[in-house]
């Protein structure tokens, strides 16, 4: 499974956890673990203790569910800093937009070329509305 | 209007690119079909029962004559020569190949136009008051704030993958000509009583199965903090609206489930974390917006305006005009104008259809007679909104040649109308039938005249793209056992007093529904009284008379 991370072909790196958030929250969480967490979770909870995280990864179980774009977003808003990283039904047409969002990290689906993948990030250089890249339209700047 | 800026083209040039390659990676099976489905959808793209359907997005309903001339210029080269308007104010392409579509992007942008979440389940085209900025009842002109919000939504990283679809009108005059009460965010635009203007901001409404008033989710809102508030309201959505059922997935369904005091406070509680931050609007950008939408040069009143005695003079030697006059023009706020409503209710024509003569035609009556532009409306007409007293027979003499004078405006036939069965392949019946047959069966204008205002919406399925359901006639087909039959309701309405029409009673088979909607016409003519329209006298008897009528010899003889 090809990984970006940080705009780049990623060839090593740590393995998607999964070890999921609530067992994780429910056995004596540790500073620097990493989790799975996906749409189902108490986000409140998540965001009190994100900066105990050294990686997120949110699972998108369908290309179709949105929750993760806002899950990323409000955790960089909070000023998360470690690793949020798209797992599950992630393919390159969605990968610029979650990058905008504020995940770093790409776990591809088995079908998508990485290389090709790459090219996605960016693909529309302007946006008419800040998000967690911190890029928006002239006025906000 | 707005014109774009080296920003906007670069967007909608690289979004054009973007397409091509989504198409040509389908085409050569990279693309899983399911997936591909999400991605055309946001570009407007449909599959319907016989070809692909294309929506091209008119921001709040505004065009230049220029891009009204390419859209007929995709007509002919890449469909069958005329388009459709819906009641979102966009405008449909029924014929075009899938193979097409990037083609036809690259000629709208060239025009700035695009067709960006035209469909799908992200935010929509926002919607407005066709009249806006030139009516005599408005309270403040809503465009610049469309451009606001459609420049927010426009590839919104966030939101892009929402539960269902995301409908956004402004209203901002007395009248509510947007059906803000029926979307899944309405806003209001008006002064408070300290003088200050701001939005009231309604929120769930909506039609399809389950039809809903939209409920006020914040009184006043400042201006300034518009998109973080729709931010706000479009964050609570995204993150706990249904997802696991696609027919209660809309707002409006979340909204009615916590309660709209307990939804009120979820947005609140998001709204206090960004108000005042990077989304706060500077006074500087809403002015910069505000500077597109100037009034134009109007001529001086005296050289605009027709006397009295000239006005008349010209209504006696054309009475036909006269009509038209009064039935196709309202009141503009520049004395010496007039705003004019360019039916698309015609008897040969589908409700919304336009040919590319007609579109051509069009455009150049917008460049000869009100500033080279023109809207089109949620009752699926176009308006020239500028025109000079002194033009109006010039103009109605022109429209006439165009087969598009017609002075049906607010009357029977000046109807909604779904594409249905003819068309769209989630259609249970025909709709294009319907209107044809009615047009032929009410085609005495007098008689029209004579019932004046009536609003018949039809729609060939439960997702009531025809909005059914705030006609004061509303009329849903669906498929009882194989047959198209078509069920009636009345007592609706999408404007200030907005009301959910009810179910009459049992459906009507097709080839009875002109028959039924004769003898509904008849209890009206019988029992109103003075200047009683059709709507109000509904809420006043009920349905009791109605009931009668349609049904009443038919259970007397079943007895």
Redesign the interface.
């Known amino acids: 499974m090809a990984l970006i991370k940080d705009q780049q072909l990623s060839i090593s790196h740590a393995v998607t956890p999964d070890v999921r958030f609530i067992d994780w929250l429910n056995n004596s969480p540790t500073q620097g673990d990493s989790v799975l967490t996906n749409?189902e979770d108490d986000?409140p909870s998540l965001l009190a203790s994100a900066n105990k995280l050294a990686m997120i990864a949110i699972e998108f179980g369908t290309?179709?569910?949105?929750?993760g774009?806002?899950?990323a977003?409000?955790l960089r808003?909070d000023g998360y800093q470690g690793e949020i990283r798209a797992v599950g039904d992630v393919?390159m047409?969605?990968i610029?937009?979650?990058q905008?969002?504020g995940f770093n990290a790409f776990e591809l689906r088995d079908d998508q070329d990485a290389a090709q993948a790459l090219t996605k990030l960016g693909?529309?250089?302007?946006?008419?509305?800040?998000?967690a890249d911190g890029k928006?339209?002239?006025?906000?700047t | 209007m707005y014109a774009y800026n080296q920003?906007d083209q670069?967007?909608v040039d690289?979004?054009v690119?973007?397409y091509r390659d989504?198409t040509h990676r389908y085409l050569a099976g990279e693309?899983p079909e399911d997936?591909f489905r999400?991605?055309r959808l946001m570009n407007g793209l449909y599959i319907q029962r016989l070809a692909p359907m294309l929506r091209v997005a008119i921001p709040y309903g505004l065009m230049k004559s220029e891009q009204l001339r390419v859209l007929a210029q995709i007509s002919r080269t890449y469909d069958k020569g005329y388009g459709h308007f819906t009641t979102r104010q966009n405008m449909q392409f029924n014929w075009p190949t899938l193979e097409s579509v990037p083609d036809i992007l690259a000629d709208l942008a060239k025009v700035q136009m695009h067709a960006i979440q035209t469909s799908g389940?992200c935010i929509r085209n926002t919607t407005t008051d066709p009249f806006a900025g030139v009516s005599a009842d408005e309270i403040e002109d809503t465009r610049p704030w469309c451009e606001l919000i459609r420049?927010?939504?426009?590839?919104?990283?966030?939101?892009?993958?929402?539960?269902r679809k995301f409908k956004i009108a402004v209203s901002g005059s007395s009248s509510d000509r947007a059906a803000s009460q029926v979307h899944d965010i309405g806003l209001h635009l008006y002064r408070n009583e300290a003088g200050e203007m701001g939005f009231e901001v309604l929120v769930g409404g909506g039609l399809g199965r389950t039809p809903v008033i939209g409920k006020t989710v914040r009184q006043f809102l400042e201006p300034q903090e518009l998109?973080s508030y729709l931010d706000a309201v479009l964050?609570v959505y995204?993150?706990n609206g249904r997802?696991d059922n696609k027919y209660k997935a809309r707002i409006k369904i979340l909204v009615n489930a916590v309660g709209i005091n307990a939804f009120a406070e979820m947005v609140e509680a998001e709204w206090q974390?960004i108000k005042g931050k990077?989304?706060r609007?500077?006074d500087?950008?809403i002015e910069?917006v505000k500077g597109f939408f100037k009034a134009p040069d109007y001529l001086s009143t005296e050289y605009a305006a027709l006397t009295e005695s000239d006005l008349e003079g010209a209504f006696a030697e054309h009475p036909q005009f006269a009509t038209w006059y009064r039935q196709n023009t309202r009141d503009h706020k520049q004395p010496g104008y007039r705003i004019v409503i360019v039916g698309l209710k015609n008897q040969l024509q589908a409700p919304g259809d336009v040919s590319h003569q007609q579109m051509d035609g069009i455009a150049a009556l917008a460049d000869e007679f009100s500033f080279a532009e023109l809207r089109s409306t949620h009752d699926q007409n176009l308006v020239l909104a500028d025109v000079a007293q002194r033009d109006l027979l010039s103009l109605w003499l022109k429209l006439q040649g165009l087969g598009m004078a017609r002075a049906n405006v607010g009357t029977l036939t000046d109807m909604i109308n779904c594409p249905g069965l003819d068309f769209c392949s989630l259609a249970n019946a025909e709709t294009l039938i319907l209107s044809r047959q009615i047009n032929e069966t009410f085609d005495d204008m007098d008689y029209q005249y004579e019932l004046g205002e009536i609003q018949l919406k039809i729609s060939g399925c439960i997702n009531a793209c025809g909005h059914h359901h705030v006609g004061h006639i509303g009329i849903l087909g669906v498929e009882k056992g194989g047959k198209q039959v078509y069920q009636f309701s009345l007592g609706g309405s999408a404007s200030n007093d907005a009301s959910l029409g009810k179910i009459l009673g049992r459906s009507i088979d097709q080839d009875q529904v002109v028959v039924v909607l004769g003898k509904i016409l008849d209890v009206y003519v019988q029992l109103r009284e003075t200047d009683e329209t059709f709507l109000k006298l509904v809420r006043r008897v009920g349905f009791a008379p109605f009931k009668e009528r349609v049904y009443g010899t038919h259970q007397r003889s079943a007895a």
Request: avoid cysteine; charged fraction near 25%.
């Open positions: 749409g986000l290309f179709a569910d949105g929750r774009f806002s899950m977003r409000m808003r393919a047409d969605r610029d937009f979650m905008r969002v693909e529309v250089s302007v946006h008419f509305q800040p998000s928006g339209p002239a006025y906000m | 920003f670069t967007l690289q979004r690119d973007q989504q693309i997936e999400v991605l389940a420049q927010w939504s426009t590839l919104h990283p966030e939101f892009a993958y929402l539960p998109l964050r995204n993150l997802r974390l990077e989304l609007l500077p500087a950008e910069r």
